[in-house]
């Protein structure tokens, strides 16, 4: 009975396929709000699933000078990373394997989705792929700063004299205390991990990787069929793994008592969020520089999370 | 037991790639006027894709030049299928006012199967949404073909 | 019958290298094969010692020539083995039997190999009496022996170019170091009046006097020296690169884990200084520095072996703050890192030298597409280059993950907000790691393969063999870390924190207790958060979900296809249309979107890094100099 629950966990709620549906629901949403912003009329929200079982219905080229085995296993490699990460987040009072759930590995589970994405992309041989990493690589490193940055405020402030990198215990401390986006010294550090959350999905401006008007999608170039299908579902499902870590980290601390009641809360929540930080700035903004963007999160972004940090250590 | 979903998704989601062999830019703006909220083609999914890899939808501009037409038929060999070709304005279809031309090769028939050919000099971007939606619904004729 | 064990396997090794001289100077198989059965017999003796060292807590104390202490002052030179040397003797042995194992391979086309076992053999010996002496002047033999030995080692291919140039920046910074340790040794003996360590902790456990700061300086700074912190590294990337591969690898393996361990050995036990906030403090911000130089230098190397051996000097940094700590969990942390540090360096080493070896250069510019010639190789380079940047489950994440947790509760503890630093310094540092391997993946292994590469084949099997140890061990200490936890790491951590038993071992039982040498207590460490098998379990079962939906769905979804056939232009990679031919971009630069932003750091870096002796020799006394200001400032 506990190795089904734990099999229904894995496979259905809250892993694999809650966090399908709920990425594709968010991309929909993303992509319908946006055509609205432009007084379009927009695709369906049903659009992403469409593409995404399309693409699995085309054939799947592999490219005469890439590795077989890297090229087709990368996607899927991402594809299982993002899934267990979703089993660690707590969605308020639900945990499906509580006590294991670590900050840091949530950290590096998310860098395997995207080092996928590069090992993949390289092992295309193409040269686009050859800049589209290197992109890739650089945002993940800008991004990677302020994100360090904010978990550390995050654990300090949570901790207090001991260390806590737990997520059951954030959710905790949040269930005695409030919410952490109400302590005013993490306004900046929410601030940053709002902007954080679009680089590490890649919407517009920050998405110099996969710049299709220049470089034809960088990494995913040689990519066809369902391979291509599963990187665009990793894209989706990082959407609800970032807002939900998002909601988990800042907004956690209440809960209705109902799991039902309090998932449809959090993919509110979560819904809400993607269209602040990602929707928006999508639609307002033009695509970046790499050298821009690198200065931009290593100036601003990881000033705002430092400022959260050094207010946090005095004890505010 | 997906197959009917992927089938009826081959039509909703046909993503574009645009070849330009040699047009005079007048055919590839009406292209992407289509895009525009005037228009709107994403509301049936159309969506321009990078990449030859990710297409379903191969745009043919352009009398073929003699220039492009390796790099043409090297690019549609790249689609994967199920795929569909639509050539827009009359230069693939005949040539146009380039034909007789040492270094023209139109019409596109010639190198591959095109399936919808948009005519006109430039088509408006009402009837190049007409072709592409049609060549959508190729795509799904010939995904049952392929999964049977 | 134990006892003899240590000193037997030291002795061995240096007595074979006689023999491979006299008679191997002829025959290539006949000093290959002395060598082998020599590094065979030291390791065997060495595993031996595991259980009643590591499991039992015994201490193997041995005289020479059984000249036991008279009236309590120790005369003659000991051989003490508690967990702790046993720890990196094990380091020692696993690193130079495998190094010799991938020599049979990789250096049947050099000639001379009559001396290149010998000094191999010479090398072999010292680092495995350094670890395992208990006298402190045997200490500094060794450390001669090892610098002397690694000197020629880096110029045994003097035909090459930069080799003699290698060697002679070795020669003066690592002979630089030696007198610092000298120098500290002879103040302590003037302070001590004994050689042997046991003793001088026990007679140090009163306080620190100024000679024995002064000579704790010059001492840390001397071994600093040998495990190329900063600023002493300058002579690290060219040793690493000119020196045959399998030597790199015993240089990344044991001659830098021979610095770290005298650290260890001198911080801990010897002089007892590792709760002072000042010492702490000093070699944490040296190990940030460290670890942050030697990526960002890495991050802009055009050579795969120069690149490696910066990211070596990047490694030990993170050991050397996590060891700086004084803390049980930093030291476990250090311990393992410093474990996995050889193992995994120890990998893309032995993968740079396949390529090497195979290829006939390591330049980044001139390599690509290697994965489809050399399929093996490339598997066990991502295994290494995922274990080095702490991608989970490698051996390399639950290192790192212990140093974060470690200088960060350290953080917490202290109030200092440059824990905090440190910490954030250790995060970025391994994202840096990732992106430098990710560049050498796509120069030397993915992209086009170059037309000149056609013929290049797969590594002979006993090159290969040696990697696949190497990648096995990385996974397996990753996933079974509580295992190595219980019973390596442990062990150490308090053979290090608990001295007294050390010291009667050596001079006699009560010896400690009149001093009245302090011990820490230690908990063994509790991973709690991360459990590997959870994770692999969950990742299995998902494997297992996505295969079978995939094979499933076979009917339903698009064919995989593929083809080798070079006719078929559906499986080019697209360039614009472009034939394949033309679209050869290497992949050495790759990170220009970085560089740029870091311009004024870069050029300040190679200003630095100039490559002259003198200014090398130059940082190196600024070092020392302001190690030891530290020292006398701050700690008394």
Request: hydrophobic residues 50%; aromatic residues 12%.
């Given at each position: 009975m506990e190795i089904l629950k734990s099999i229904f966990y894995i496979l259905v709620f809250p892993g694999a396929l809650f966090t399908m549906v709920a990425g594709l629901w968010l991309a929909g949403v993303d992509r319908k709000v946006i055509a609205k912003m432009q007084k379009r009329i927009g695709p369906p929200i049903l659009q992403p699933t469409y593409d995404f079982f399309k693409l699995m219905g085309k054939e799947t080229i592999v490219p005469r000078v890439a590795n077989r085995l890297v090229f087709l296993g990368a996607p899927v490699i991402g594809f299982i990373s993002l899934a267990i990460i979703m089993l660690f987040i707590p969605i308020f009072g639900f945990t499906a394997f509580s006590g294991s759930a670590d900050l840091i590995v949530i950290l590096y589970l998310i860098t395997i989705s995207g080092v996928a994405l590069i090992v993949g992309g390289s092992s295309s041989g193409s040269p686009y792929a050859g800049i589209g990493i290197s992109r890739e690589m650089v945002t993940m490193m800008s991004y990677e700063l302020p994100f360090v940055i904010i978990l550390l405020t995050v654990a300090k402030k949570v901790g207090g004299a001991d260390l806590v990198f737990s997520m059951d215990a954030i959710g905790a401390w949040q269930r005695a205390n409030g919410s952490l986006l109400f302590q005013w010294s993490m306004i900046p550090a929410a601030l940053a991990m709002l902007l954080v959350i679009p680089a590490e999905v890649g919407v517009q401006p920050f998405d110099v990787a996969e710049a299709e008007t220049e470089i034809c999608e960088g990494p995913l170039i040689e990519y066809s069929g369902a391979a291509l299908g599963v990187f665009k579902l990793n894209t989706a499902m990082k959407m609800i793994i970032m807002t939900g870590l998002f909601t988990s980290l800042f907004l956690g601390g209440f809960t209705t008592g109902i799991v039902a009641l309090d998932v449809l809360i959090f993919v509110a929540i979560c819904t809400v969020l993607t269209l602040l930080c990602m929707t928006t700035i999508h639609a307002v903004t033009a695509r970046l520089k790499i050298e821009h963007l690198f200065r931009f999160y290593w100036t601003f972004v990881a000033g705002l999370a430092m400022a959260s940090l050094i207010l946090v250590w005095c004890g505010l | 037991m997906f197959k009917k979903l992927i089938n009826n998704s081959a039509a909703k989601s046909p993503w574009i790639y645009h070849v330009n062999s040699g047009s005079c830019n007048g055919c590839d703006i009406e292209l992407v006027a289509c895009l525009t909220p005037r228009y709107d083609a994403e509301r049936f999914g159309f969506k321009l894709a990078g990449t030859p890899r990710h297409a379903d939808i191969v745009v043919v501009s352009g009398p073929i030049t003699s220039q492009s037409k390796d790099r043409l038929i090297r690019t549609l060999a790249q689609v994967p299928e199920p795929k569909c070709v639509v050539s827009i304005g009359s230069c693939p279809q005949s040539g146009n006012v380039f034909k007789g031309s040492y270094s023209v090769e139109a019409p596109l028939e010639k190198f591959c199967h095109v399936d919808v050919a948009v005519a006109g000099c430039t088509p408006k971007p009402e009837a190049i949404m007409e072709g592409l939606y049609k060549a959508a619904l190729l795509l799904k004729e010939k995904r049952e073909a392929m999964s049977k | 019958m134990m006892q003899h064990f240590p000193v037997l396997a030291v002795m061995l090794?240096?007595?074979?290298?006689?023999?491979?001289?006299?008679?191997?100077?002829?025959?290539?198989?006949?000093?290959?094969?002395?060598?082998?059965?020599?590094?065979?017999?030291?390791?065997?003796?060495?595993?031996?010692?595991?259980?009643?060292?590591?499991?039992?807590?015994?201490?193997?104390?041995?005289?020479?020539?059984?000249?036991?202490?008279?009236?309590?002052?120790?005369?003659?030179?000991?051989?003490?083995?508690?967990?702790?040397?046993?720890?990196?003797?094990?380091?020692?042995?696993?690193?130079?039997?495998?190094?010799?194992?991938?020599?049979?391979?990789?250096?049947?086309?050099?000639?001379?190999?009559?001396?290149?076992?010998?000094?191999?053999?010479?090398?072999?010996?010292?680092?495995?009496?350094?670890?395992?002496?208990?006298?402190?002047?045997?200490?500094?033999?060794?450390?001669?022996?090892?610098?002397?030995?690694?000197?020629?080692?880096?110029?045994?291919?003097?035909?090459?170019?930069?080799?003699?140039?290698?060697?002679?920046?070795?020669?003066?910074?690592?002979?630089?170091?030696?007198?610092?340790?000298?120098?500290?040794?002879?103040?302590?003996?003037?302070?001590?009046?004994?050689?042997?360590?046991?003793?001088?902790?026990?007679?140090?456990?009163?306080?620190?006097?100024?000679?024995?700061?002064?000579?704790?300086?010059?001492?840390?700074?001397?071994?600093?020296?040998?495990?190329?912190?900063?600023?002493?590294?300058?002579?690290?990337?060219?040793?690493?690169?000119?020196?045959?591969?399998?030597?790199?690898?015993?240089?990344?393996?044991?001659?830098?884990?021979?610095?770290?361990?005298?650290?260890?050995?001198?911080?801990?036990?010897?002089?007892?200084?590792?709760?002072?906030?000042?010492?702490?403090?000093?070699?944490?911000?040296?190990?940030?520095?460290?670890?942050?130089?030697?990526?960002?230098?890495?991050?802009?190397?055009?050579?795969?072996?120069?690149?490696?051996?910066?990211?070596?000097?990047?490694?030990?940094?993170?050991?050397?703050?996590?060891?700086?700590?004084?803390?049980?969990?930093?030291?476990?942390?250090?311990?393992?890192?410093?474990?996995?540090?050889?193992?995994?360096?120890?990998?893309?080493?032995?993968?740079?030298?396949?390529?090497?070896?195979?290829?006939?250069?390591?330049?980044?510019?001139?390599?690509?597409?290697?994965?489809?010639?050399?399929?093996?190789?490339?598997?066990?380079?991502?295994?290494?280059?995922?274990?080095?940047?702490?991608?989970?489950?490698?051996?390399?994440?639950?290192?790192?993950?212990?140093?974060?947790?470690?200088?960060?509760?350290?953080?917490?503890?202290?109030?200092?907000?440059?824990?905090?630093?440190?910490?954030?310094?250790?995060?970025?540092?391994?994202?840096?790691?990732?992106?430098?391997?990710?560049?050498?993946?796509?120069?030397?292994?993915?992209?086009?393969?170059?037309?000149?590469?056609?013929?290049?084949?797969?590594?002979?099997?006993?090159?290969?063999?040696?990697?696949?140890?190497?990648?096995?061990?990385?996974?397996?200490?990753?996933?079974?870390?509580?295992?190595?936890?219980?019973?390596?790491?442990?062990?150490?951590?308090?053979?290090?924190?608990?001295?007294?038993?050390?010291?009667?071992?050596?001079?006699?039982?009560?010896?400690?207790?009149?001093?009245?040498?302090?011990?820490?207590?230690?908990?063994?460490?509790?991973?709690?958060?991360w459990n590997p098998i959870i994770w692999l379990v969950l990742f299995g079962v998902l494997f297992i979900g996505a295969a079978l939906v995939i094979l499933g769905g076979r009917n339903e979804r698009g064919q995989i296809l593929s083809s080798s056939d070079p006719s078929q232009a559906k499986y080019d990679t697209f360039f614009s249309g472009e034939k394949e031919m033309y679209s050869q971009v290497g992949g050495s630069d790759l990170f220009w979107g970085f560089k740029s932003n870091w311009k004024g750091y870069y050029k300040f870096m190679e200003a630095i890094h100039s490559g002259i002796v003198n200014d090398y020799a130059s940082m190196a006394v600024v070092g020392t100099a302001v190690i030891c200001l530290c020292m006398f400032l701050f700690m008394r």
């Open positions: - | - | 090794l240096f007595l074979s290298a006689f023999i491979v001289e006299i008679f191997g100077a002829k025959s290539k198989a006949v000093a290959q094969g002395i060598a082998m059965i020599a590094a065979t017999v030291s390791a065997g003796l060495i595993y031996a010692l595991i259980k009643p060292v590591m499991i039992d807590g015994q201490i193997i104390s041995y005289w020479m020539g059984n000249w036991a202490p008279v009236e309590e002052y120790a005369i003659g030179i000991g051989y003490e083995v508690d967990a702790l040397s046993l720890f990196f003797a094990l380091l020692v042995v696993t690193t130079f039997w495998l190094s010799g194992l991938y020599s049979i391979g990789y250096m049947n086309k050099d000639h001379h190999l009559g001396h290149y076992y010998t000094l191999y053999l010479m090398l072999s010996g010292s680092v495995l009496g350094l670890v395992m002496t208990g006298d402190i002047f045997n200490l500094f033999v060794m450390v001669e022996i090892m610098t002397f030995a690694s000197v020629a080692l880096t110029a045994f291919r003097n035909f090459s170019e930069g080799a003699l140039e290698g060697a002679f920046k070795y020669l003066v910074i690592g002979s630089m170091g030696s007198s610092f340790t000298l120098t500290g040794i002879a103040l302590l003996y003037a302070e001590c009046h004994t050689l042997n360590m046991a003793q001088i902790a026990s007679i140090l456990a009163g306080g620190l006097s100024p000679t024995a700061i002064a000579a704790f300086g010059l001492i840390i700074a001397g071994f600093g020296v040998k495990s190329y912190m900063v600023p002493f590294h300058t002579p690290a990337a060219d040793a690493y690169t000119v020196a045959p591969t399998s030597i790199s690898m015993i240089f990344s393996g044991m001659v830098n884990k021979a610095g770290v361990y005298g650290m260890i050995r001198m911080i801990y036990i010897v002089f007892r200084a590792m709760d002072k906030g000042t010492v702490q403090q000093m070699l944490a911000i040296f190990g940030a520095v460290t670890m942050f130089l030697g990526v960002t230098m890495a991050l802009a190397q055009h050579e795969f072996k120069r690149l490696l051996a910066f990211h070596s000097i990047s490694q030990i940094g993170y050991v050397i703050t996590a060891v700086s700590l004084g803390s049980a969990l930093g030291l476990t942390g250090g311990l393992f890192h410093a474990m996995n540090h050889t193992l995994f360096k120890g990998l893309l080493f032995l993968t740079a030298g396949a390529v090497l070896k195979q290829v006939g250069t390591t330049n980044l510019d001139k390599l690509g597409g290697l994965s489809k010639r050399m399929p093996h190789t490339t598997i066990c380079f991502l295994v290494g280059a995922g274990a080095i940047s702490g991608l989970p489950p490698f051996n390399g994440f639950a290192s790192k993950w212990i140093i974060y947790q470690a200088i960060y509760t350290k953080a917490v503890e202290s109030g200092k907000f440059v824990y905090v630093l440190c910490t954030i310094c250790a995060l970025v540092v391994s994202v840096m790691t990732l992106a430098s391997f990710i560049k050498v993946t796509q120069a030397v292994f993915f992209g086009q393969l170059r037309k000149e590469h056609e013929n290049v084949t797969e590594a002979p099997f006993s090159m290969r063999l040696p990697m696949y140890i190497m990648a096995l061990l990385c996974t397996a200490s990753g996933v079974f870390y509580d295992f190595v936890n219980k019973y390596l790491l442990h062990p150490a951590a308090n053979a290090a924190l608990n001295i007294s038993k050390y010291i009667d071992a050596m001079m006699g039982p009560g010896y400690a207790a009149n001093a009245r040498v302090s011990d820490m207590s230690v908990e063994p460490v509790a991973f709690s958060y």
